[in-house]
C-alpha cells in the first residue's frame, strides 16, 4: 500500500428526513460520503411516520401503511439498517375479501399461473366476468403493460364488467394510486400491476406493519446513521441553498453534493434561485388526502387483518385493518380513506361518523357493538401527489452536485414508500456519477 494522507470525504447534505432522504443518508454513507441529515420535523419519516405516544402509551401512525413484496428496495434497505423484516411485517398473499364474502385471494406460485387460478376462484363474479378480466390483462401483457398516455383508468377499464371493476380495479386503483380511478393514470396503473401482480413469486404479497412505522426504518436509520458518524438535525428548516463556487451552501455550510429530499413545495422554494424551471414544475403537483378513522370495538373479529369495504356516497372508506391481529391493541381498528378529498370538504368528524355507520352497515348485523367509539380521526392533507395522466413529474437532476428524491420525481411508480426509496438510492448513484 501507498502511504500518504488519505483525501477528505465529501461532505454531503440531505435536506428532509422521510424515506427517500433516509434512503439517500444510508446509501450515501455506504458510499463513503460524510452525511447532514436536515429535518424541519422533530421526528423522521415524513408522510409515513409515527406520531408520539398517547395517553394510553401507544403510538400511532399517521396513517395506514402497507408494503407489498414488490417493494425489494424497501426491504433492501430495512436490512442494511438492521430492521427485521420477518418480524416487523406480517406476509401474507395478496387477498381482496369483503365482508359478503366476495373478493380475490392470490396464491403462491408463477405469476400468471397464480393469477388465472386466483380468478378462476373469486367470489362475485360469474363466469363471463371472470372471462372478461382474464381477456383484458392478456391484452395488457400483449402491450407490454403499456397503453396512451392520455387515458385514464376509467377509460382503460371501460370494457370489464361492473363487478370487476368494483371488486378488484377500483380498489386496487385507488390503494396504489390514492386517484379515483376517473382521475388516475391508466399508464403508472398499468406499471403497478406489472411490477407486482404479474412479476416475481411473492410480488403481490401484503406486507402489513406488525410494529410502529419508527420501527421499520426511521429509527433503526438514524441509529445505523450516527453509528457511522452522520450528524442529523431535527425540527431545523432549511432556509437558504446556493452554490457557490464549486460546492453547495446550505445555510452557509459548505457541501459537495446536495440531496433536496423534502416536499416538492419545499424543494421547489429551496431550488428555485438556481434552477427556476425545475422549481416550477415540483411547484405544480395538485395532491390526494387520505383520512383514518380509528373505531375501538370490543369483541369484534374480523376473518382477515386487513378487508377491503365498498365504499359510496356514505360510505368513505375503502379498506379495514385489524390492529389487535397486527400486534397492536385488541379492538382498535383502522379504516382508510383513500383520495379522500370529498371527505375533507365535508369534514372530519362527518368522515369519522359515516365510518362508524359503514362498519355496522358492511359486516354482518351485530358484528359491530352499539359502544362502538370513534377514537381518532388522522387526515394527511397532502398524502400523496394527484397521479393523473400526463403529469409532468421534474428529473431527479436539478443543477450539477443538486439532486432531488422523493416519490414525485420523475420515475414509474405512483407516489409509494418504494418510489420514495429508489429515488433516493437513485440521487446517490448520480453524485456518485
Same mark, same amino acid.
Request: with cysteine; hydrophobic share 50%.
Given at each position: &500500500?501507498?502511504?500518504?494522507?488519505?483525501?477528505?470525504?465529501?461532505?454531503?447534505?440531505?435536506?428532509?428526513?422521510?424515506?427517500?432522504?433516509?434512503? $439517500?443518508?444510508? !446509501?450515501?454513507?455506504?458510499?463513503?460520503?460524510?452525511?447532514?441529515?436536515?429535518?424541519?420535523?422533530?421526528?423522521?419519516?415524513?408522510?409515513?411516520?409515527?406520531?408520539?405516544?398517547?395517553?394510553?402509551?401507544?403510538?400511532?401512525?399517521?396513517?395506514?401503511?402497507?408494503?407489498?413484496?414488490?417493494? !425489494?428496495?424497501?426491504?433492501?434497505?430495512?436490512? /442494511?439498517?438492521?430492521?427485521?423484516?420477518?418480524?416487523?411485517?406480517?406476509?401474507?398473499?395478496?387477498?381482496?375479501?369483503?365482508?359478503?364474502?366476495?373478493?380475490?385471494?392470490?396464491?403462491?406460485?408463477?405469476?400468471?399461473?397464480?393469477?388465472?387460478?386466483?380468478?378462476?376462484?373469486?367470489?362475485?363474479?360469474?363466469?363471463?366476468?371472470?372471462?372478461?378480466?382474464?381477456?383484458?390483462?392478456?391484452?395488457?401483457?400483449?402491450? =407490454?403493460?403499456?397503453?396512451?398516455?392520455?387515458?385514464?383508468?376509467?377509460?382503460?377499464?371501460?370494457?370489464?364488467?361492473?363487478?370487476? *371493476?368494483?371488486?378488484?380495479?377500483?380498489?386496487?386503483? %385507488?390503494?396504489?394510486?390514492?386517484?379515483?380511478? /376517473?382521475?388516475?393514470?391508466?399508464?403508472?396503473?398499468?406499471?403497478?400491476?406489472?411490477?407486482?401482480?404479474?412479476? =416475481?413469486?411473492?410480488?403481490?404479497?401484503?406486507?402489513?406493519?406488525?410494529?410502529?412505522?419508527?420501527?421499520?426504518?426511521?429509527?433503526?436509520?438514524?441509529?445505523?446513521?450516527?453509528?457511522?458518524?452522520?450528524?442529523?438535525?431535527?425540527?431545523?428548516?432549511?432556509?437558504?441553498?446556493?452554490?457557490?463556487?464549486?460546492?453547495?451552501?446550505?445555510?452557509?455550510?459548505?457541501?459537495?453534493?446536495? %440531496?433536496?429530499?423534502?416536499?416538492?413545495?419545499?424543494?421547489?422554494?429551496?431550488?428555485?434561485?438556481?434552477?427556476?424551471?425545475?422549481?416550477? !414544475?415540483? $411547484?405544480?403537483?395538485?395532491?390526494?388526502?387520505?383520512?383514518? %378513522?380509528?373505531?375501538?370495538?370490543?369483541?369484534?373479529?374480523?376473518?382477515?387483518? &386487513?378487508?377491503?369495504?365498498?365504499?359510496?356516497?356514505?360510505?368513505?372508506?375503502?379498506?379495514?385493518?385489524?390492529?389487535?391481529?397486527?400486534?397492536? !391493541?385488541?379492538? *382498535?381498528?383502522?379504516?382508510?380513506?383513500?383520495?379522500?378529498?370529498?371527505?375533507?370538504?365535508?369534514?372530519?368528524?362527518? /368522515?369519522?361518523?359515516?365510518?362508524?355507520?359503514?362498519?355496522?352497515?358492511?359486516?354482518?348485523?351485530?358484528?359491530?357493538?352499539?359502544?362502538?367509539?370513534?377514537?381518532?380521526?388522522?387526515?394527511?392533507?397532502?398524502?400523496?401527489? *394527484?397521479?393523473?395522466?400526463?403529469?409532468? *413529474?421534474?428529473?431527479?437532476?436539478?443543477?450539477?452536485?443538486?439532486?432531488?428524491?422523493?416519490?414525485?420525481?420523475?420515475?414509474?411508480?405512483?407516489?409509494?414508500?418504494?418510489?420514495?426509496?429508489?429515488?433516493?438510492?437513485?440521487?446517490? =448513484?448520480?453524485?456518485?456519477?
Amino acid at each position: &500500500m501507498s502511504g500518504g494522507t488519505p483525501a477528505p470525504m465529501h461532505r454531503l447534505a440531505v435536506i428532509g428526513g422521510g424515506w427517500a432522504g433516509l434512503a $439517500a443518508a444510508v !446509501r450515501g454513507a455506504e458510499a463513503g460520503w460524510q452525511v447532514s441529515l436536515f429535518e424541519m420535523a422533530p421526528t423522521l419519516g415524513g408522510r409515513a411516520r409515527s406520531l408520539e405516544p398517547d395517553a394510553d402509551g401507544d403510538r400511532l401512525d399517521n396513517g395506514q401503511h402497507i408494503l407489498i413484496g414488490a417493494y !425489494r428496495r424497501t426491504l433492501a434497505l430495512m436490512d /442494511t439498517v438492521g430492521a427485521d423484516a420477518s418480524r416487523l411485517l406480517h406476509r401474507q398473499p395478496l387477498e381482496l375479501r369483503y365482508p359478503s364474502g366476495a373478493g380475490l385471494r392470490m396464491p403462491a406460485g408463477p405469476a400468471w399461473l397464480v393469477f388465472g387460478a386466483a380468478v378462476a376462484r373469486a367470489e362475485g363474479w360469474n363466469w363471463r366476468d371472470k372471462l372478461a378480466l382474464v381477456r383484458a390483462a392478456g391484452g395488457w401483457a400483449l402491450a =407490454g403493460f403499456r397503453c396512451d398516455a392520455r387515458l385514464t383508468v376509467d377509460e382503460l377499464c371501460r370494457g370489464l364488467p361492473a363487478p370487476v *371493476r368494483q371488486l378488484l380495479i377500483d380498489p386496487l386503483c %385507488v390503494a396504489a394510486l390514492n386517484t379515483p380511478a /376517473t382521475a388516475a393514470s391508466a399508464r403508472v396503473f398499468l406499471r403497478v400491476l406489472r411490477d407486482s401482480l404479474f412479476a =416475481g413469486p411473492g410480488s403481490s404479497d401484503l406486507l402489513l406493519p406488525r410494529a410502529p412505522l419508527a420501527a421499520l426504518l426511521p429509527d433503526p436509520a438514524a441509529a445505523w446513521l450516527r453509528a457511522r458518524g452522520a450528524r442529523l438535525h431535527l425540527s431545523r428548516r432549511v432556509s437558504a441553498l446556493a452554490a457557490v463556487d464549486e460546492h453547495w451552501r446550505v445555510d452557509g455550510e459548505p457541501f459537495e453534493g446536495v %440531496v433536496l429530499a423534502c416536499s416538492a413545495t419545499e424543494a421547489a422554494r429551496l431550488a428555485r434561485p438556481t434552477a427556476a424551471a425545475w422549481a416550477d !414544475r415540483a $411547484a405544480a403537483f395538485g395532491y390526494e388526502p387520505i383520512i383514518t %378513522v380509528l373505531l375501538q370495538a370490543e369483541g369484534v373479529w374480523l376473518p382477515a387483518p &386487513m378487508m377491503a369495504l365498498q365504499d359510496g356516497p356514505e360510505a368513505p372508506a375503502q379498506f379495514v385493518f385489524d390492529h389487535g391481529a397486527l400486534g397492536g !391493541r385488541a379492538g *382498535r381498528y383502522a379504516f382508510v380513506v383513500s383520495g379522500a378529498a370529498p371527505w375533507v370538504a365535508r369534514g372530519l368528524e362527518a /368522515t369519522a361518523e359515516a365510518v362508524r355507520a359503514q362498519a355496522e352497515s358492511a359486516f354482518a348485523p351485530g358484528t359491530w357493538p352499539a359502544s362502538t367509539a370513534v377514537t381518532r380521526t388522522l387526515a394527511e392533507k397532502r398524502a400523496t401527489f *394527484r397521479c393523473v395522466p400526463g403529469l409532468d *413529474r421534474p428529473p431527479s437532476t436539478v443543477a450539477p452536485g443538486l439532486q432531488a428524491a422523493g416519490d414525485y420525481v420523475d420515475g414509474p411508480y405512483p407516489a409509494t414508500l418504494e418510489g420514495a426509496v429508489r429515488s433516493g438510492e437513485t440521487a446517490i =448513484g448520480a453524485l456518485q456519477a
